[in-house]
């Protein structure tokens, strides 16, 4: 049987708005279970490497019910932090018998201190 392993996800929630009425952003971290981690494919990794110069690491199996925000954001599993990478993949959840259906990649992301400030509420990078 397969079985994923908790990962954490940074969500974004608008709290507010600034004098200029731009929307006001908080984030947290916030556990997701029964995520797959598999490595991306070696055909895969050229391909987004030379498409988008980014060096993708590994494809998150998202679990079918999750509502969370997947795209622009970032990820913690297995001690470090990742940047997902592109749209989310998503299969006919009743034509598919596993426990997922969705999938996104995900890059190695170094600067963990500076992920907040980097980060407006959609998850996208300023």
């Known amino acids: 049987m397969l079985k994923g392993i908790t990962i954490q ?55 079918k019910g999750d509502a969370h925000v997947w795209e622009n954001t970032h990820v913690r599993f297995l001690g470090e932090t990742y940047r997902t990478i592109g ?15 969705r999938k996104i990649s995900v890059e190695r992301w170094n600067q963990d201190e500076e992920i907040a400030a980097e980060v407006d509420g959609y998850g996208n990078e300023d």
């Not at 797959?36 to 055909?43: D, F, I």
């Not at 989310?88 to 018998?97: F, N, T």
């Open 9 to 63: 996800l940074l969500v974004c929630t608008q709290t507010g708005v600034d004098e200029f009425n731009a929307p006001v952003y908080s984030s947290e971290w916030v556990n997701v279970e029964n995520v797959l981690v598999a490595p991306e494919e070696s055909s895969d990794v050229i391909t987004s490497t030379n498409l988008e110069g980014r060096h993708t690491r590994y494809v998150l199996g998202i679990p």
């Open 87 to 101: 749209i989310v993949r998503e299969g006919i959840e009743d034509m598919i018998p596993l426990k997922w259906n």
